[in-house]
């Protein structure tokens, strides 16, 4: 329950049955089974609930179900008691800090929590630790990588709120023949060692996109009907610290360049004829959140706005992304397994180059 981050349920954002089509490969994901153990496991009681519910004000819709469902029970209890207020800690850092691992090991059975407070990255770490190891002997174990990839997508009504923002209704699933560019020229990336070598100018960027679609509608014959950008406009409008003040003209230009694009007209000439351009994410979940009021019950943070923006990237015809991002490395990577690797390119200062290696990129590394 601390803050930041958001806890939202997996079926509040993902499709469980098209995950569990995947379960020759995968494990099946359901709200129970009689033959796990559970001792490791808590839910809330009936008072347990009334006693939360009057502190709900502390307590987003999307944490009182967790609660409700029930997650690892040493956690659960305390931060039961620090929202009822039975618990004296104050600081949330603590409370982050704090190592369940211990308590997590002596769980036999399943569901396995792995720990949360100074634990809560252990199941991260050895993905990482699995993903370096397939990159040295060229297999991932059980293959659960390039199966994960591809079981993991937005429930219905997510990927259709994405391609509406295309032009097809809410409703539908029609898909479009676009092109997906995510930009990464937000402050904290224009001054980070890993955007060392990237393109920082966005106007740039679009004269590259420009050439690379005129190149593009010459060699084939699916014209590029939408050119979709993913990027967050929220950081991309910060006028003040460090890093602005000393980027502050190629920001400006950048923030101009992008409003230029998806504010000032509703179609560009880029590549000898009209696409439009579409900002999604955001400015696409923001608006449905206002639309629908009863769904801010979930405290979905930022991450509904990446997730419409994940699966928009995958599922373009063209893919243009930034190495040095993980998200980039993430759809790319998505891309490939889907059977999409052909078409997906990076920009860079020289221009929009196709990624190597048949469109699966080198694995991310923390700079």
Partial sequence: VTEPPHYVPFDALFDVDHWNNFNEHLPMLVNYHESSNYSCWKRATQGEQEAMASSLERLSGSKQEIMQRGFFKSIYNISSAVVTGEDELKNMLQLRRRDFRGEASKCRGNPIPYGGGAGAGVLWNQYLSDVKTANAKGK??????????????????????????????????????????????EMDMIGHKC????????????????????????????????????????????????????????????????????????????????????????????????????????????????????????????FIGVRGSSFSTDVWTTRYYQGKGEYNYEYTPEGILSMENGGLPPLHVNC
């Fill in 140 to 185: 991932f174990p059980f293959n659960a990588h390039s199966y994960v990839l591809q079981a993991l997508r937005p429930k219905k009504k997510w990927r259709s709120l994405g391609l509406s923002c295309l032009g097809g209704g809410e409703s539908s699933l029609e898909q479009t023949n676009h092109l997906g560019l995510h930009v990464r020229m």
């Fill in 195 to 318: 955007g060392r070598n990237s393109e920082h100018n966005m106007t740039r960027l679009f004269d590259h996109i420009d050439e690379f679609l005129s190149n593009y509608h010459k060699k084939n014959n699916n014209v590029i009907e939408a050119l979709m950008i993913a990027t967050s406009r929220r950081h991309m409008e910060v006028t003040e610290g460090r890093s602005y003040k000393r980027f502050k003209t190629l920001a400006d230009e950048n923030l101009m360049t992008l409003n230029h694009f998806t504010r000032s007209n509703s179609t560009h000439l880029m590549g000898g004829k009209k696409v439009p351009v579409k900002e999604c994410g955001e400015t696409l979940v923001n608006r449905y959140l206002e639309e629908h009021p009863e769904e801010k019950f979930y405290d979905y943070g930022t991450i509904l706005s990446m997730l419409v923006n994940f699966y928009l990237l995958t599922e373009a015809k063209v």
